[in-house]
């Protein structure tokens, strides 16, 4: 199976102007025209507009707190973390997660030498049986290209400061493939349950634009 990943090895400083990771967006065109073809498929009797209702509740079901239950369980059990990362969609279901189409689930573990961040840049392909619907700024297109071309920029913007000696890594979503990153567990969580390490783990650390929260310090032993 082809995995369409960048690697970022050269030297990103640079003084020209782009555009930057905006958190808000006004209806792209694909939106509008999704919104016309599903009003025209409703008045054409085509498909009922309880079916959509019905899929809508099943996306509304899926939120990042599937993925993080994922990641907290992968900290955990070294076991499960190998099988998760050997195929993570099954993985996934081995936590009684359902997956409702036919994408393949790809897991990329961050360490100390490799930083994972992921883009789709063709339109917003993303893991949504485990972190239910992407962020706006995932689907703009300043955050599709720059992902590519300008990782360590983009992270930047997010707060998240890469260090020269560790390889950013950008994996390309595609209709069939998804991918999720599995943060790196943060220190100070030896004694975590698995649902305290879940609650630190965000939806934008399993994009890979910002590691893992750190435990606030009354809770750590």
Not at 83 to 105: A, M, N, V
Not at 190 to 199: G, K, M, S, V, W
Request: glycine share 4%; net charge negative.
């Amino acid at each position: 199976m082809k995995q369409h990943a960048h690697t970022e090895k050269h030297d990103h400083s640079h003084d020209h102007p782009h555009e930057e990771i905006s958190q808000t967006a006004k209806p792209s065109y694909y939106e509008i025209m999704e919104t016309a073809v599903r009003e025209l498929l409703c008045e054409k009797k085509i498909i009922h507009s309880s079916e959509i209702r019905r899929q809508i509740e099943v996306l509304d079901s899926r939120t990042p707190a599937l993925g993080a239950k994922v990641v907290a369980h992968a900290w955990v059990d070294p076991g499960f973390k190998a099988r998760l990362l050997e195929d993570g969609r099954k993985g996934c279901e081995e936590l009684g997660i359902s997956f409702y189409d036919d994408t393949e689930l790809i897991v990329l573990e961050n360490t100390k030498k490799v930083h994972n961040l992921i883009v789709c840049t063709l339109c917003s392909c993303y893991p949504r049986p485990v972190l239910g619907l992407p962020p706006d700024w995932y689907k703009l297109k300043p955050y599709r290209a720059r992902a590519i071309h300008e990782p360590r920029a983009v992270l930047a913007e997010f707060g998240t400061i890469i260090p020269d000696d560790v390889e950013i890594r950008v994996s390309d979503s595609t209709a069939i493939v998804r991918f999720l990153v599995l943060p790196m567990r943060p220190d100070g969580t030896d004694n975590f349950t698995e649902e305290q390490l879940a609650t630190l783990v965000t939806r934008d650390a399993m994009i890979g634009v910002v590691p893992a929260l750190n435990p606030p310090e009354e809770q750590k032993k």
